[in-house]
Structure formats: structure tokens, C-alpha cells
């Protein structure tokens, strides 16, 4: 019976067609499926306070107001993945719980400090384009409110790899503080933004089942270099420089190659030793603690007006 | 003095000086929700702010655009009421900073998209729709704190006796808001007291709060006489257009 509905699911998702909420899936599928969403809804609501940190600081009314809709869509992102996540059955409290207590994980990459304005325009466009990297092949994943949701996530993320860009460029042709602002953002960024397509296929224990199961298209090390091909002339085009001394372009495959990466450094701040691991989760606990009373006092105003209207009903009756 | 640059400038600062603060809120707000809608209503304030003061720099014609003016004044050259740049605080005194600002737009931009003058017209009835849905949600708010549990009312209640006597500096009078009205293109706001009263006495009735008892106002932010707040406000604003004169962003 059991081995029926799995190999009819196999054959479905195969097919692609999408999942749906009530429909039948096997035990694995739904937890991968939760940890991948959550994880990733929370690297949105994380993501939220290094961008953040530089609303108070935009150097234009312009850029001030670009910046706050941007981390507002990082926001807007969390609230559709934790709802995709309560599909599968998890409440959105108890997985933000998880991520409190430091047993969720979200991305690395935001345990990075944002150090100055141009570090705004190299997340926007590494960071933010990394993303779309990732998230666009989710797109057509098999779990429909996970792919419903990548949809619209994908469509803001591309703007905001282009304003992060547009910020980038705008320094890159201004005085001479400014150019070094904006090299020494991407000199930070860089070798992060390329961890953030994960462990090497060689060392990538989930990666296998999530592919049979139409939950990844393309392998972590596809996707680094893909995103590679793909900025390395953007940074050109603007007189920056990627700071990898091996970097080269080889005619035959097509491709950029690219020097070692530093596995250790990922590992390290996957682990929790990151420059602002602590301040990001800090930041986190603090925001929901101090929320406790606001959150309490909407909850009980609720239930008075219930009441209420009830004992009004009652009346009426 | 040019009167109608004065007016302008008083419009732009109250909402700059409210949208630089309620960005402070983003990924720090107690639900994700309160994120979206504080950043929101952030937004439409330096929307309306970019607006007005575009529309001061015209009206003084000294070439300065709404980033001059955003970052190149001084504390003393700010007109903002001093309402606006009381500290965020916790969310109850945001909330009713927000409130007792919203009671006073509401009415404001229905005023000003009155006006005589097309452009300052046409700012008004966009952001008329913005005030309303910014009072929908301050006031929500206000009657969920007030009516919620026994802490949050007394914290609302310790917000709204700290935020009320700034209150009054919305609606100073002087040359400059007669001049608005003599010559028809905008109010003046001591004309909107009556409506802003009635919004925040139907309110509180419904928040069971208390009205506080009255106190002499705080007075000055309109002539560029403000608390301590405001330099430290202006520092993180304006640090980099200051530090970096010669750099576009
Ligand atoms: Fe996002
Ligand atoms: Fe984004």
C-alpha cells in the first residue's frame, strides 16, 4: 500500500506535475521540504538587518526610499514562505521558535557585516543575484505553494539585483573614495556571495534525493558557476575587480574558472563563528521579546471583541 | 520672508523627520506584519517628503533640490513640529506619535487638495489617501493597546501623556500660515484643531484611555527651536552627502 502511493508519487512528480498541500507525500519529501522553506524564510527575515542598518544612513531621499521597499519585499518574502511552510503543516510561531533558539539555520551570507553604502549595492547585486541563481529553477519545483511562492519572490529579486547594481555603477563612475568604497564592498563579498550556492557536489549529502524529487534542477556547483559566467563582465563593465587572482576565462568550455574557495571560512560561520552571528541573532530575539506585550495586548483585544459581540448577540436574541 | 517656501519646508520636514524614524522600525517591528506596515507607512512619508520639499526648493528658487535641503541644513534650519522628532521609543509611543500625527494629516490634506495652487493640490490628494490608511492603522492600533491587557494600557497611556504636549506645535500660527490662507493655497493649522480633537476624543473613548489633563505645550519646531533629539537625528541622516560634498549617489 505504502510502496503503491510512493511509487505513484515518484511518477507524479516525475511528470511534473505539482504537489498540493492535501495531497499525499512521502515522510522525507515533507520534512526537506520544510527545513528548505523555513531555512530560507528566515534567511529573508535575517536578511532584513544588514540592508536594514543603512536606511538610517541612504545618502539620497531616493536611494532612502529604494532601500526601505527592498528590505520591505524581504519581509513580504518571509510572510509568503513561512505560509508555504504552514502547508506542510508547522506553525509559523513555533518554526520562528527554531530560529530564536539558534536551531534553524538561514543564510550564512548574513552573518557578514555591512560596512559602508556600497556594501548595499554589493548585496543588492551579488547577494540579491545569487538568489535568483538559486531561486529561479524553484520556480518549477514540485511543491506548488513553494513554487507559487518562488514566482513572485523571483519577479522583486530581480529588481533588486538591479538597483543593487545601479548603486554599484553609480560608484564606480564617482570620485575616487567612492570607487574604493564600492571595490572594497565587492573584495568583501565576493567569496561569501559564491558560498552561498553551498558545499561542492562532491560534498553535498542532500542534494541527490532533492533532484529526484524535483525540489533542485541544477547542482550547487552548476549554479556557482553559472553565476560566475554571469557577473564577472557585469564587473567588468564597470571597472571593478573580482578579487580572485585565478580567475581566468577558458575559451574551450566556456566558462570561467575560479581559484579555491574557502571551505574552512564556510564552515566556520555555518557553525556560528562568523563576524555577526550573534548580533543578527541578537537582533532577532530582541525584536520578538520586546514585541511579547504587543503581541499579547492584539491577542486579548481580540477575544474582548469576540466577547463582546457575542454578549451582544445574546442581547439582541 | 518667502512665506510660501516656509509652508512647504513645515509640510516636507514633519514627514521626513516621521519616515526617517518609522525606518528604524524595519526588521525590528513585534510581528513581521507591523515590519511591512511600519516600513510602508515610512515610505509614504518620504514619498510626501520628497514631494514637498522638491516643491519648497522651487518655491525659494535657489537651486536647491530635496536632497539639499534633506542634507545640507542645519538643526536650527529644520521646521518639522516637534511631535514628530519625539524618539521612537517603544511601539506604543510610536504608535501614538503616529496616531496623533495622522489625526492631524487626515484633515490637513483634505485642506490642502483645496488648494488654489495645482501642484501643492495635486501632492495633497496622494497623500490624503496615504494619511487615511496611515490613521486606519495608528488608530487600530491604539484602541488594541488601550483595550488590550492591563500593560499595554498603561504603557499606552504613558505614551500618549509623553506625546501630547508635543501635540500642539501641529498647529502654530504665524505670518506664514495667514499668508496660506490670505492667498488661498493652503491652511492654517490652527483651523484644524477642531477636527484633530474629535478624531482623538472618539479614539480614546474607544481605547479606554484617559485623555491626560492639560499641560502647556511644547512650542517651537516651526521657527527652528528643537529638543534634543533632532542633532543626533540629523547626524545619522546626513552623515554621508556630509562627509563625501563632492560625491552623487
Ligand atoms: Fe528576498
Ligand atoms: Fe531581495
Known amino acids: 500500500m505504502e510502496m503503491d502511493l510512493l511509487q505513484r508519487f515518484e511518477a507524479y512528480v516525475a511528470s511534473e506535475k505539482k504537489i498540493e498541500p492535501k495531497d499525499w507525500m512521502p515522510d522525507a519529501y515533507r520534512k526537506t521540504l520544510i527545513r528548505q522553506i523555513s531555512q530560507h524564510a528566515h ?92 531561486q529561479v529553477p524553484l520556480c518549477k519545483c514540485s511543491y506548488g505553494p513553494y513554487a507559487r511562492a518562488m514566482v513572485r519572490v523571483c519577479k522583486e529579486e530581480s529588481f533588486h539585483q538591479r538597483q543593487g547594481f545601479q548603486i554599484m555603477m553609480t560608484l564606480a563612475q564617482g570620485t575616487e573614495e567612492q570607487k574604493a568604497m564600492a571595490q572594497d ?29 524535483n525540489i533542485k534542477r541544477f547542482s550547487n556547483d552548476e549554479l ?51 563576524p555577526c552571528n550573534k548580533e543578527r541573532l541578537d537582533a532577532r530575539n530582541k525584536a520578538w521579546d520586546d514585541g511579547a506585550w504587543v503581541r499579547e495586548a492584539a491577542g486579548a483585544h481580540a477575544e474582548k471583541r469576540a466577547a463582546r459581540k457575542a454578549a451582544a448577540n445574546t442581547a439582541a436574541a | 520672508m518667502n512665506t510660501r517656501f516656509e509652508y512647504l519646508l513645515r509640510l516636507g520636514d514633519d514627514a521626513l523627520i516621521l519616515g526617517q524614524q518609522l525606518g528604524l522600525w524595519t526588521g525590528h517591528g513585534p510581528v513581521l506584519e507591523e515590519d511591512i506596515a511600519l516600513t510602508n507607512i515610512g515610505l509614504d512619508q518620504i514619498g510626501q517628503a520628497r514631494a514637498w520639499l522638491s516643491l519648497a526648493g522651487k518655491a525659494e528658487n535657489q ?130 484643531r477642531a477636527d484633530w480633537e474629535a478624531i482623538l476624543s472618539d479614539t480614546l473613548s474607544e481605547a479606554q484611555l484617559r485623555r491626560p489633563d492639560a499641560v502647556p505645550e511644547q512650542i517651537g519646531g516651526r521657527q527652528g527651536r528643537h529638543t534634543e533629539q533632532l542633532s543626533f537625528l540629523l547626524a545619522e541622516m546626513q552623515v554621508l552627502p556630509r562627509t563625501y560634498p563632492d560625491a552623487k549617489w
Open chain 1, 185 to 213: 564592498a565587492l573584495n568583501r563579498w565576493w567569496w561569501p556571495s559564491i558560498m552561498m550556492f553551498g558545499p561542492p557536489d562532491d560534498n553535498s549529502p542532500n542534494s541527490a534525493q532533492s533532484m529526484a524529487w
Open chain 2, 63 to 192: 537651486g536647491r533640490d530635496e536632497d539639499r535641503l534633506a542634507f545640507h541644513r542645519n538643526q536650527e534650519g529644520f521646521r518639522n513640529a516637534l511631535l514628530c522628532e519625539r524618539p521612537n521609543g517603544h511601539f506604543g509611543d510610536t504608535i501614538v506619535r503616529q496616531f496623533l500625527f495622522d489625526a492631524y494629516a487626515v484633515p490637513l490634506h483634505a485642506a490642502l487638495a483645496q488648494s488654489n495652487d495645482a501642484e501643492i493640490a495635486a501632492i495633497a490628494l496622494k497623500s490624503a489617501k496615504e494619511s487615511a490608511y496611515h490613521l486606519r492603522h495608528s488608530r487600530a492600533w491604539l484602541v488594541r493597546l488601550g483595550d488590550g491587557t492591563e500593560e499595554s494600557h498603561e504603557k499606552v497611556q504613558a505614551s500618549l501623556d509623553l506625546m501630547l504636549p508635543f501635540a500642539g506645535d501641529l498647529f502654530f500660527s504665524d505670518e506664514v500660515t495667514t499668508a496660506a490662507t490670505d492667498e488661498g493655497w493652503g491652511p492654517d493649522p490652527s483651523d484644524l
Open chain 1, 43 to 134: 534567511s529573508e527575515i535575517v536578511g532584513m538587518l544588514p540592508e536594514g542598518n543603512w536606511i538610517s544612513r541612504a545618502p539620497s531621499l531616493k536611494r532612502k526610499a529604494i532601500l526601505m521597499a527592498k528590505v520591505q519585499d524581504e519581509a513580504g518574502h518571509g510572510l509568503y514562505l513561512y505560509s508555504a511552510c504552514e502547508t506542510l503543516g508547522v506553525q509559523r510561531d513555533d518554526t520562528i521558535a527554531d530560529l530564536h533558539s539558534g536551531k534553524a539555520k538561514y543564510s550564512s551570507i548574513f552573518n557578514y557585516p555591512t560596512l559602508t553604502w556600497a556594501d548595499i549595492g554589493a548585496v543588492g547585486w551579488l547577494v540579491d543575484g545569487a538568489a535568483i541563481m538559486n
Open chain 1, 224 to 274: 556557482r558557476q553559472k553565476f560566475i559566467d554571469l557577473t564577472v563582465p557585469q564587473a567588468e563593465l564597470i571597472g571593478l575587480t573580482i578579487p580572485d587572482a585565478d580567475l581566468k576565462w577558458n575559451e574551450e568550455t566556456g566558462h570561467y574558472e575560479h581559484g579555491p574557495i574557502d571551505w574552512d571560512e564556510f564552515n566556520r560561520v555555518i557553525a556560528g563563528h562568523g
